[in-house]
């Protein structure tokens, strides 16, 4: 892997974190875009050329003379940290011929303990951050994403069923120890970081010995079944690194020792 500017946009945000600068909320409605538009300033700051995808779209942010993109996530603090929706694009570490990067921001969910501000907008601190290579989060590339549907169903036979998948996969938050409270990088261990940064972990994550290739929804019984085969590459490394500033913490990161990442209580609720 060639593509570094991962590591300056990293070193951006601990730099705005540490300097105290603020996400802002354009208005009480806006719960989702906030922490998005406080990261576009990042890049707008290193400077480097980006392309804004636009909402409902993947990734947020694509670089132009690097092949990265950049999907950014916004977590209220204390609330849902332990996994998030992907808005039916499943995480990867490769899409379109770039590297993707993931960036966990997490915020006060309560705030009224900011009052308002500049231009009567909300004003609050990024609390912890995590930028991770999509690999982290699911080393598969080649599986492409559609929506499909059929039709008859209902009495008269002229209703649509529309299967529009939604992913849920757990967070940086839920997979490591020792990135709370602070800002790291975790990036494959092919690349590099210079002399800026401090390694504060060795992180593995393994594939597992089976793979969900497709499910069966029972209309009658609203049984949804998996259908599962054995993975060939079971048992198969991916090694990271988490990364530092050297003028950061130096806490150390680790795997999150729990086999359950994903939160069963919001099944359903979606």
Not at 63 to 69: D, H, P, Q, R, Y
Not at 130 to 150: M, P, Q, R, T
Not at 196 to 207: D, N
Request: with cysteine; hydrophobic share 30%.
């Amino acid at each position: 892997m060639t593509n570094k500017t991962c590591f300056d946009v990293f070193e951006q945000c601990v730099f705005v974190v540490q300097g105290g600068e603020l996400i802002e909320s354009v208005s009480r409605k806006d719960k989702e875009f906030h922490f998005q538009d406080w990261f576009k300033k990042r890049l707008q700051n290193i400077p480097v050329h980006f392309e804004e995808s636009g909402r409902n779209k993947y990734p947020d942010f694509c670089l132009v003379e690097s092949t990265e993109g950049y999907e950014v996530k916004g977590l209220a603090w204390p609330g849902r940290e332990r996994d998030y929706d992907c808005n039916s694009q499943v995480p990867t570490g490769y899409h379109n011929g770039r590297q993707i990067f993931y960036v966990f921001g997490r915020y006060p969910a309560d705030l009224s303990v900011y009052p308002d501000k500049v231009n009567g907008n909300r004003q609050y601190p990024v609390i912890d951050l995590v930028i991770c290579h999509g690999d982290f989060l699911n080393a598969e590339h080649n599986y492409v994403h559609k929506n499909k549907s059929v039709k008859g169903f209902g009495s008269y036979g002229d209703i649509m069923i529309r299967d529009r998948k939604m992913y849920v996969a757990p967070t940086p938050f839920a997979l490591t120890e020792g990135t709370t409270g602070l800002m790291t990088l975790i990036v494959p261990d092919s690349m590099d970081a210079d002399s800026r940064f401090q390694e504060v972990g060795r992180l593995s994550r393994f594939e597992a010995d089976t793979l969900v290739v497709g499910y069966c929804f029972d209309l009658e019984t609203n049984e949804l079944k998996a259908q599962m085969r054995p993975n060939p590459n079971a048992g198969n490394e991916h090694k990271f690194i988490a990364y530092r500033l050297t003028n950061q913490g130096s806490r150390f990161v680790t795997m999150a020792g729990v086999t359950q990442t994903i939160d069963e209580s919001i099944e359903g609720n979606e």
